[in-house]
């Protein structure tokens, strides 16, 4: 996973955007006894190196999308109470287009060494869009309109 966060590193600074620093040991720590989660490897990881971008929640990329710092994100039932995603207790934003046009949302698997899907959700729906962060970090990067914009999100 490191090669692909340098990538998404140097993917942000080329599109207008600076990435974060990384959140603390601690701050994850205190996220998933807050919520009652563990992280699966690549989040905890991706939270540790990057953590969303420089600036916080409103941070956006040449795209206008958002990636969430940890203290930024939120339960998707806080962000999307109307989405009606089955097991919004373990689904949290971690990413926006256009603040708050729609969402990405992580849906947190019960085995934290299972990869966690993203969904697309927006204010009253909701359709998956990766099987895993990895996937949905590559997409993104590879400009797949589905993950940008939502075109074609099945």
Not at 48 to 71: K, P, Q, S, V, Y
């Amino acid at each position: 996973m490191d090669a692909v966060l340098m990538r998404l590193a140097n993917h942000w600074r080329t599109h207008g955007a600076s990435p974060g620093s990384g959140a603390p040991e601690a701050e994850i720590a205190a996220f998933e006894v807050r919520h009652g989660v563990q992280l699966p490897p690549e989040l905890r990881e991706y939270f540790a190196t990057l953590n969303g971008l420089a600036h916080g929640r409103d941070d956006m990329d040449d795209e206008t999308i958002g990636f969430w710092r940890l203290a930024d994100v939120a339960p998707v039932a806080e962000e999307a109470p109307d989405a009606g995603v089955p097991g919004a207790d373990r689904c949290f934003v971690i990413a926006d287009y256009l603040i708050g046009s729609h969402f990405y949302v992580v849906r947190l698997p019960d085995d934290p060494a299972a990869p966690a899907e993203i969904l697309w959700v927006w204010r009253d729906g909701f359709r998956r869009l990766a099987a895993s962060f990895g996937e949905f970090v590559d997409r993104y990067m590879a400009g797949d309109e589905a993950v940008l914009y939502g075109f074609g999100v099945a």
